[in-house]
């Protein structure tokens, strides 16, 4: 329960939350919702068999989004944390009430005002969305010490815990860190680094105009505009877009993501510099590295509303263990046969093979 503010603190928010005017509302009518959330309850009524049975029936309707009051339990059928959480009983409660790491602690707590400070579960100091934050964060710390705690991991625990209580929060987080995005958030950043370097080469085989744009240099000049990807989808990747998208857009994204993967990260990244850079007027407007950083900061709603950018999403093809193949050749090229030998042994640990090979159908 949210921590009621006083009258006069109480602003008006939309209906994911936010007081800010950052968010547009996606429009449904009341009917087709509820013929939505029939099928997807017809679905979670027969789980198994769609899973297994009827991916490419799964993935459609992932892809045209998951009922916003389905999707807690969506979420965690996709993610595997029902399971996860239903084989580890009393994991969480045991890794939440263990004495706090102060320093550990100390930098959570820092966070916790720079998270979704607009949403109504986390405005307000010592609330409760912020008391279920802070438990969540330091019980992943707890839980994977070798990880310990990333400033990226914030805005998705919080995202999570706008749909579902913590212990389910908690098991979604271990999912998304340990499954999903392996590598992310340890100390190094590697998994994320190489991937980076995945997407400098997907922009250059599929968007080449916009990729080489990027790279030019700035009109007049001898400086290259440099833009390379590491500079701005870090926080698009590690926060699974939610500090960079529209929210209507960032919940389609998550709902693709727990069931295709990584690879939906990629695509959205390569359909967004597409989206924005495209045509000759909005090359025009960015001469230099700032104009192309301001511009990328502040991503212009006709390329982040899901009428336009979803369409663009779905035109591109990555399949899932090219992407994989992908991660260790860079990672040859750029870290020790010790380092590689690692990343291979997590991936194969780590890969989620019921998900990864249906979504690629």
Excluded at 119 to 145: C, S
Excluded at 252 to 258: H, K, P, Q
Excluded at 355 to 361: C, G, N, P, V, Y
């Amino acid at each position: 329960m949210v921590e009621q503010m006083d009258p006069g603190d109480q602003q008006e928010q939309n209906k994911y939350g936010f007081t800010d005017d950052l968010h547009y509302e996606s429009e449904m009518s009341p009917s087709e919702v509820r013929k939505r959330e029939e099928k997807w309850l017809k679905m979670l009524g027969n789980w198994d068999k769609f899973f297994e049975k009827e991916p490419k029936k799964l993935k459609e309707r992932c892809r045209k989004g998951v009922p916003n009051s389905l999707r807690e339990k969506v979420w965690l059928k996709l993610s595997g944390a029902d399971k996860l959480m239903a084989a580890n009983e009393g994991v969480f409660n045991l890794q939440s009430s263990k004495p706090d790491n102060d320093v550990v602690i100390h930098v959570i707590d820092k966070d916790l005002d720079r998270t979704f400070p607009t949403h109504v579960l986390f405005a307000k100091k010592g609330a409760q969305g912020q008391n279920d934050l802070r438990l969540v964060l330091k019980a992943y710390a707890m839980y994977n010490d070798k990880t310990g705690y990333c400033q990226a991991m914030a805005p998705v625990a919080a995202t999570l815990l706008m749909y579902m209580p913590v212990e389910e929060a908690f098991w979604c987080l271990v999912q998304i860190c340990e499954q999903y995005l392996p590598g992310y958030y340890s100390p190094g950043l590697h998994a994320f680094q190489i991937d980076a370097m995945i997407l400098k080469d997907l922009l250059a085989k599929y968007i080449p105009d916009t990729n080489a744009f990027m790279d030019s240099k700035a009109p007049g000049t001898d400086t290259s505009k440099g833009m390379d990807p590491i500079l701005y989808c870090t926080e698009w990747f590690m926060s699974i877009y939610s500090r960079t998208l529209p929210w209507p857009m960032v919940l389609r994204v998550w709902d693709m993501f727990f069931f295709e993967g990584v690879k939906v990260l990629f695509k959205v990244a390569v359909a967004v510099l597409y989206l924005t850079f495209h045509t000759e007027e909005d090359r025009r407007e960015c001469k230099g590295f700032f104009e192309l950083t301001q511009k990328l900061r502040k991503l212009p709603l006709h390329v982040t509303h899901e009428d336009y950018l979803m369409p663009e999403i779905l035109r591109y093809h990555f399949t899932t263990k090219k992407l994989q193949k992908e991660h260790i050749t860079q990672a040859g090229i750029h870290f020790s046969e010790e380092r590689v030998r690692e990343m291979e042994v997590e991936a194969r640990r780590n890969h989620r093979r019921d998900l990864s090979a249906l979504s690629d159908q």
